[in-house]
């Protein structure tokens, strides 16, 4: 199966859009205008996309991602590993992680 490239269209980081997130598992990304600063990923369950965008959001995860701008995000059958292939391959591209991934 071919690697799904994550969805360009990003919407804003605001409350009234979150909400609008899916509540269920998958990856996402959170970006600072045109840079992707964190990828991350939602197990399901209680943890969805959109209960952890909420969480970045209130600054419950930190002040790194709090000042996201924007955020894409793509349902995954298997989020830890969808989440593992994003990271490589910005790592790939970059020589480096994403500023917010490489504080954990």
């Given at each position: 199966?071919?690697?799904?490239?994550?969805?360009?269209?990003?919407?804003?980081?605001?409350?009234?859009?979150?909400?609008?997130?899916?509540?269920?598992?998958?990856?996402?990304?959170?970006?600072?205008?045109?840079?992707?600063?964190?990828?991350?990923?939602?197990?399901?369950?209680g943890?969805?996309?959109?209960s952890?965008?909420?969480?970045?959001?209130?600054?419950?995860?930190?002040?790194?991602?709090?000042?996201?701008?924007?955020?894409?995000?793509?349902?995954?059958?298997?989020?830890?590993?969808?989440?593992?292939?994003?990271?490589?391959?910005?790592?790939?591209?970059?020589?480096?992680?994403?500023?917010?991934?490489?504080r954990?």
């Open positions: 199966m071919p690697r799904m490239a994550l969805p360009h269209e990003k919407f804003p980081f605001t409350a009234k859009l979150i909400a609008g997130a899916p509540q269920q598992a998958g990856v996402y990304m959170l970006w600072y205008d045109e840079d992707v600063v964190y990828i991350g990923h939602a197990k399901g369950r943890a969805t996309i959109r952890l965008l909420v969480e970045h959001f209130s600054g419950n995860l930190g002040p790194c991602t709090r000042r996201a701008s924007h955020y894409s995000w793509q349902i995954a059958g298997d989020p830890g590993a969808r989440e593992h292939e994003l990271l490589e391959e910005y790592r790939s591209a970059h020589q480096c992680l994403p500023c917010c991934n490489a954990e």
